[in-house]
């Protein structure tokens, strides 16, 4: 069964700093690879994914990740963090079960907080 | 096009009443997965649906839950007795159903107090 995990409960940058958060998935074949985000009280956006090809993908609001077979990982990034980024940063996995059947793993998930 | 619509938004249940969730997917769309989410929790997946099938419900309690997704309609997610414990944010999200891997949009959610 497929797992992932996000090490970084909490993380706290200035606004205009670079971000990095961590994603790491445990699956036996290539992995469908997912971050969202959720603002409070909100649902989730998708912010990117990764289905194959090109290994760096690029998102909205200037995200990016990157998935690295060897490291198992699809960390997220952004080079300026701004205020209206704080938020609670989610790393999902798909899974094909067989047809067109899927099924979506989430991590902890990661709370951003902005400090100006 | 409507995104993924979940009502109501908040439901309050005293213990021991019933809750209904509903989720209407996204036009075109005809999976539909349930998750709940608690504080520090992140998301639990709970039943994942097609139109009037179940295909997994590993994440579902054995009691007092149940989910359905009719043919005409929205998927429903009920609870049955409701105790403290329920209380949560419980989304849906929805996909379509192609062969093709495609991502999954997500509602609001329903956050449910029991009290």
């Known amino acids: 069964a497929q797992s992932v995990t996000q090490p970084d409960i909490h993380i706290t940058v200035s606004e205009g700093a670079s971000l990095e958060l961590r994603c790491n998935y445990s699956y036996g074949a290539t992995p469908y690879l997912f971050w969202y985000v959720q603002s409070p009280g909100q649902g989730l956006q998708l912010l990117l994914k990764y289905f194959s090809g090109d290994t760096l993908v690029q998102g909205i609001k200037g995200f990016e990740a990157e998935f690295k077979r060897s490291q198992s990982s699809f960390n997220l990034r952004k080079p300026s963090v701004h205020w209206s980024d704080a938020a609670e940063y989610f790393c999902?996995?798909?899974?094909?079960?067989?047809?067109?059947?899927?099924?979506?793993?989430f991590g902890k998930g990661t709370l951003l907080t902005v400090n100006p | 096009n409507a995104g993924v619509m979940q009502n109501p938004r908040h439901l309050v249940r005293r213990r021991g009443q019933e809750a209904r969730l509903r989720c209407s997917p996204m036009?075109?769309?005809?999976?539909v997965y349930w998750y709940r989410q608690l504080p520090e929790e992140g998301l639990k997946f709970m039943v994942y649906?097609?139109?009037?099938?179940?295909?997994?419900e590993s994440g579902m309690p054995k009691e007092r839950f149940s989910a359905e997704f009719p043919k005409e309609g929205p998927s429903i997610l009920r609870i049955q007795q409701v105790v403290r414990g329920d209380s949560a944010a419980y989304f849906c999200?929805?996909?379509?159903?192609?062969?093709?891997?495609?991502?999954?949009?997500f509602g609001q959610g329903t956050r449910l107090t029991v009290v």
């Open positions: 999200a929805t996909r379509q159903g192609t062969m093709r891997f495609t991502e999954a949009f």
């Open positions: 649906l097609q139109k009037e099938n179940i295909i997994d």
């Open positions: 999902a996995v798909g899974a094909v079960g067989g047809g067109s059947n899927y099924k979506l793993t």
């Open positions: 036009k075109g769309h005809s999976h």
